[in-house]
């Protein structure tokens, strides 16, 4: 996500992105901040304090993941503590009573103490329960569910889905509320599950609601573990892990902001080091701490299937792309540059041409619908070019997304309009803003031109929108703003600049329909959900509707 948005004050003159690490900080002693990474008590015995989590479902099998704390002293990123064995149980019951599979890993320093089990040989469309145990010690069990069966005519699929959940400025009660449903078959999450700043340098509203830990922005591998070690102590994000598999992808934040093949904007060589030295630590990290299967040469895009339903398409767009052009010079054009890199573009072209099922969904992480500002006062369009990383002119384009990168988003559409390829689905994050958006083929003369697909933006979890710049009630500038967004866009169909939340996606063959849900706080732990409203796109249309009842 660009986020120039991510600590100005309105009223003052805007800080460069952040300070550069602190020398005292490059030399502390790890134990203390990295200490802060986990609940305090002792661990006499093996701990489990991270929780446990599933992900990547197939047909048969699934990802299960954890973490194991063998000593007090063995926090995550320490580097500290003895190997031990960790033995992994599959239930078809959650009582354990019929035990279908089993087995043991070696967790070691090397890992972080992480341990991910690919379980195979499971039945397909089924719940299952999992544990893990080491030493005496039993983890939490949890629920996890399989794939349905490549051929099964599925008659419906519910995902979860979700995005920008920064620790500092609130709670994620968001998770809560999609573990309390029930009805999952899995979880999307589209990018930013951890973010990289230092503590009070990313938007909080001037209020860091809960520290980070560590407290400096993280650069090393130690770093990245610790910020995950972190997050992964949350009880709301591990309520969510213990009921349903979850299908990842990254955004910049899991590296640093406005990452690219060769750098990112929060990233100085001088003092934090070579740009691919932390790439590959964040990666490390990641794939450690993770419910994900790493596809060829460490990279997330990869393509999972439900039945003869939908298939999902998981793109990496921070792994392979050029590095953002600035706004206006003409250069977002240059047929050179690339947002996807041309083999994951051809794998993807590739799966959407020859995809069998009804739905093609692309886990997408930046908005690939057009995004033009308009005539928005000059009152709203500063805070939006600051969430956007825009001038403050407003120029109208966001070059960290695909109007960034506008050859790439030209042959994708069309290649799906040459192959009359329908129900192409865009599901995505990073911006902070609920979306519910048609994918025009030209912007310039739509509605009188051809929509190639549909795409759903879900809003941050906690990251700061519009309201929480500007500083005002929530929904005051999505009152304002977003009939311009729209008069300027005949394509978006709905926008909400304000509020934090979580997006319910319903799959049937006779349509894909999303329901957003708002958060009343998102600085309270005990915060409330609420439906506020619902698009779905119907098959063959690909065109969104308002859907006026959300599903379930």
């Not at 009805?183 to 860091?208: F, K, N, P």
């Not at 409203?533 to 009842?549: I, L, M, N, P, W």
Request: a negative charge; proline letters at 5%; one cysteine or more.
């Amino acid at each position: 996500m660009t986020s120039r948005r991510a600590h100005f004050n309105l009223n003052s003159p805007s800080p460069r992105r952040r300070t550069v690490v602190k020398a005292a900080a490059a030399t502390a002693v790890l134990a203390g901040p990295l200490a802060a990474a986990v609940p305090a008590r002792a661990a006499a015995a093996p701990a489990f304090l991270h929780g446990v989590a599933s992900g990547d479902p197939l047909p048969d099998g699934v990802l299960l993941w954890t973490r194991v704390t063998p000593t007090a002293e063995a926090v995550p990123g320490s580097g500290l503590g003895p190997d031990l064995e960790v033995a992994w149980t599959v239930a078809s019951d959650k009582s354990f009573t019929n035990i279908v599979a089993g087995g043991s890993i070696t967790a070691s320093a090397a890992s972080d103490h992480t341990v991910k089990a690919d379980v195979r040989g499971l039945r397909p469309a089924t719940d299952y329960w999992f544990r893990f145990s080491s030493g005496g010690t039993d983890s939490p069990a949890a629920r996890t569910r399989t794939a349905p069966a490549h051929d099964d005519a599925v008659a419906g699929m519910r995902f979860g889905v979700v995005s920008c959940a920064n620790w500092e400025a609130g709670h994620f009660s968001a998770y809560r509320h999609l573990a309390a449903r029930g009805d999952l078959d899995a979880w999307l999450h589209l990018g930013d599950y951890i973010y990289e700043y230092g503590t009070g340098e990313y938007g909080t509203r001037d209020t860091v609601v809960r520290p980070h830990a560590p407290a400096h922005e993280i650069v090393t591998l130690a770093d990245y573990r610790t910020r995950h070690g972190r997050y992964k102590t949350d009880p709301d994000l591990r309520a969510l892990h213990a009921v349903a598999p979850v299908i990842a992808i990254w955004d910049d934040h899991e590296f640093a902001n406005d990452a690219w093949s060769g750098g990112a904007e929060n990233h100085t060589e001088g003092a934090e080091g070579a740009w691919g030295a932390r790439q590959s630590a964040a990666k490390q990290a990641y794939f450690e701490w993770m419910p994900v299967r790493p596809a060829t040469e460490g990279t997330t895009y990869r393509r999972l299937r439900f039945g003869r339903l939908a298939d999902l398409s998981l793109l990496d767009l921070r792994s392979y792309r050029s590095q953002q052009a600035a706004t206006g010079n003409g250069s977002v054009d240059d047929p050179d540059r690339t947002l996807t890199g041309r083999a994951q573009l051809d794998w993807l072209k590739a799966g959407l041409k020859s995809s069998d099922t009804t739905w093609r969904l692309v886990g997408n992480s930046v908005m690939i619908a057009p995004f033009a500002i308009g005539s928005l006062s000059a009152e709203l369009l500063k805070p939006l070019a600051e969430l956007l990383g825009l001038p403050k002119e407003g120029l109208a384009l966001n070059t960290d997304q695909w109007d960034g990168y506008t050859d790439d988003r030209r042959e994708l559409l069309a290649h799906l309009k040459a192959n009359a390829i329908r129900n192409t689905v865009f599901l995505t994050g990073d911006i902070h803003m609920a979306w519910a958006n048609d994918v025009p083929h030209n912007a310039a003369t739509y509605p009188l031109s051809a929509s190639a697909a549909t795409e759903f933006v879900v809003t941050s979890v906690t990251s700061d929108n519009l309201d929480d710049i500007v500083k005002v009630p929530e929904g005051t500038v999505s009152a304002l703003a977003s009939p311009l967004i729209r008069a300027a866009n005949r394509h978006v169909h709905w926008v909400d600049t304000d509020r934090h939340g979580y997006g319910v996606l319903d799959l049937t063959a006779e349509r894909a329909q999303m329901d957003y849900y708002v958060l009343s706080d998102r600085t309270s732990p005990g915060a409330t959900a609420s439906w506020a409203r619902s698009y779905r796109t119907r098959s063959g249309t690909q065109k969104v509707e308002r859907s006026y009842d959300p599903v379930g």
